[in-house]
């Protein structure tokens, strides 16, 4: 390496500040980014190991509702406080969008639906927020709650959920489950109490 920049320095011998500086910036100019990103990609990576973001300790998904980030950001930083945990550490989230059984979305893809049962079986999810036919779909494909509650008009107004119809055209309750076995059954419990929902 030493010896590349001694060979480097030997061939701008005799230029001008501005002559080195076109050479380098002309002939070498794709080491300086291939440095750069490995620079950039050693920073992220000691960031990542060294210096990660909050651990999520409470985890609530919201299947089949409107896709409302800026809900779901404010609910979940008001659930946090009101658990007790950092920003961050409580996640409530409505980018669930899944078809299943007779139920067809539009607009819905497979990824919500490997991302919610990924989810459940990696032990991530602690609540699921959804309609009654989905949790017998949910419960037929192997998902165990630990209990189940059908939520009020007061809380799904709070949590900006909307009333949708099942399979056979009418209005379907919306249930609140605690996942079984997630390890985070206590902050599940707070969350049920914090949105009314008890």
């Known amino acids: 390496m030493r010896a590349w920049f001694r060979a480097i320095a030997k061939r701008m011998e005799g230029m001008s500040r501005e002559q080195k500086i076109d050479y380098i910036r002309r002939y070498y100019w794709y080491h300086i980014l291939i440095a750069l990103a490995v620079l950039g990609l050693a920073v992220l990576l000691i960031r990542h190991i060294f210096f990660p973001g909050p651990r999520v300790l409470f985890q609530c998904a919201v299947v ?3 896709i409302d980030y800026p809900r779901d950001g404010r609910i979940s930083e008001e659930c946090a406080a009101a658990l007790g945990l950092k920003k961050g550490q409580a996640v409530y989230d409505s980018d669930y969008q899944i078809s299943y059984g007779d139920v067809k979305l539009e607009g819905a893809n497979e990824s919500s639906y490997e991302k919610f049962f ?3 079986a990696a032990g991530v999810l602690d609540a699921v927020i959804m309609p009654e036919s989905f949790y017998t779909y949910a419960a037929g494909m192997g998902v165990v709650f630990a209990q ?4 009020g008009p007061q809380t799904m107004e709070q949590l900006g959920l909307v009333a949708q119809k099942g399979p056979e055209d009418e209005a379907e309750p ?3 489950g ?3 076995d997630t390890g985070h059954g206590e902050q599940a419990e707070a969350f049920a109490e914090y949105a009314g929902i008890r």
């Not at 189940?148 to 939520?151: D, F, K």
């Open 118 to 120: 990924f989810n459940i």
């Open 64 to 66: 089949n509702q409107p």
């Open 174 to 176: 919306l249930l609140y």
């Open 178 to 180: 605690i996942v079984a």
């Open 148 to 151: 189940t509650e059908e939520i």
